[in-house]
């Protein structure tokens, strides 16, 4: 067992080591029966100190998500106009995989702890909301113009979350076996192929204001092809144009 | 203000009664002040008659969730194979709806108080979290087969609760003004339309084994033409084999 660190270490070292404490101690004893005290007792510091880094204990399991937050805001607010929307909001999930793939361990044991414990279950509710609610702001501004914008956003973005938590927990059951950012492109590909803007639902109004927009174009295809292939023939035909 | 009831009535009524005096109390005096034995006194009962029905205090806010999530499973459940599986989620998730509309004023004011008290926010997204899960196991199974069976179950079950909840929160922010079931059908359309089997992504095998399944369809359309309306063209005569 590791002996408590008596000299006082520059903050983003404390702030780590409460949280290796608290994991020691929530793996040891179990997440209830460990106390912030006991985790300070372990870290060598104080009660004060704990609470300058955490508002309270669910959120020293849960340590990188305000800040993943932050970093998915930015990189929202970062878009250009011709970016597609469905593209970045699948790019900005993709950060929060990255959060986790870049501690296997810890994301492991935290997922472990997340299924034994109803008040961390429910926190991550919160947290999920929080990254769905960004995701779909963002949504909602890039089509404030479409009919249906709002509806689209807030479906598109729980349709990403849903996908990004679906690779997420595949991997985390694992174990953390795999490459979480293959997974997490597979998913988010299938979303990015059903909610992208030219894919499948109807547009606000016409789009086709390219020259040469109404030309005939001609499909012929069998019954038995699957319609998503006839869907991308005919969208390589009208990007040729 | 009501003078509490003397007698002991039958239970559902003492059901009642307790909703009725607690959301009394939770708009006179707001939620956190208002304590289970606060209600209990209003309603004329024990406070271990409030616990026959309620967990907890915050249970008497959601008083029909429970009943509801047995009802969607039991709906769920009673399922043919031959039912589209996103038509019957699409028609489960209604069951809510119509949970919440047959109460306007009440759900209206639940509404408010959830958005004042962040324990009732937490405690509904969980909740909502349930009834995701329940949509998703049915999906889930009924999709064991395909390929990418479990993803497309997660996201479609997660797309019809966004739409659920668009237009729930929609209905719910006007103070309860229209027809929430009218507005809930419109956006579970739009899931509808894109998640349901022959609309939009590969299905896993090759599904055309209709007799005729080879005739050759010819499309002919302009390039302006937006792509939901060729893929309806092409699924009507694909239809009418």
């Known amino acids: 067992m590791a002996a408590t660190n008596p000299r006082t270490p520059p903050k983003p070292v404390m702030r780590d080591s409460l949280i290796a404490a608290a994991f020691r101690l929530f793996l040891e004893r179990g997440y209830e029966q460990t106390t912030v005290d006991d985790i300070v007792t372990l870290a060598g510091v104080g009660r004060r100190s704990f609470f300058r880094y955490f508002p309270s204990k669910e959120d020293v399991v849960f340590p990188d998500h305000e800040q993943c937050l932050d970093d998915m805001t930015r990189f929202l607010a970062a878009s250009a106009d011709t970016d597609d929307p469905v593209v970045r909001v699948c790019d900005a999930a993709r950060l929060v995989m990255r959060m986790y793939a870049e501690n296997p361990t810890f994301s492991v044991q935290r997922y472990r702890l997340t299924r034994e414990v109803a008040g961390l279950r429910t926190y991550e509710l919160s947290v999920v909301w929080r990254y769905e609610k960004t995701l779909g702001d963002y949504l909602r501004t890039r089509w404030a113009d479409r009919k249906d914008g709002t509806l689209r956003a807030n479906v598109a973005a729980a349709a990403v979350v849903a996908a990004h938590n679906h690779a997420l927990r595949h991997w985390l059951r694992s174990g953390g076996e795999g490459d979480p950012l293959e997974e997490v492109d597979r998913a988010l590909e299938f979303v990015r192929g059903t909610w992208s803007p030219d894919a499948a ?34 969208e390589s035909s009208l990007g040729e144009g």
């Open 201 to 234: 639902a109807p547009p606000a109004g016409p789009d086709a204001s390219a020259e040469g927009a109404d030309d005939v174009v001609v499909v012929i295809t069998k019954r038995s092809t699957p319609m998503w292939r006839v869907v991308r023939e005919v």
